[in-house]
């Protein structure tokens, strides 16, 4: 049950992420950051790995998008 609530989480800050992805919107990140982190919480707290890992993946997807365009761009 926790894998599925981490996965609704997980698709929830995957689809924030996505615009962020826009230039000027890269503040978007730092609202998806906290949600993915939930995310992977939740997912930690389950048997199964896949939630977990797949709210890793956006969360890395974020930092990286704000690495790159500096923390705010």
Known sequence: MFN???ILIGIVA???AIPSTIPLL????WFVLPVALLGAGIGALSRSDGGR???LVVFLVAIV????????I
């Open 14 to 16: 995957l689809v924030l």
């Open 65 to 72: 998008r704000l690495w790159i365009g500096g923390g705010i």
């Open 53 to 55: 890992n797949f709210c």
């Open 26 to 29: 890269g503040w978007g990140n």
């Open 4 to 6: 599925l609530i981490s």
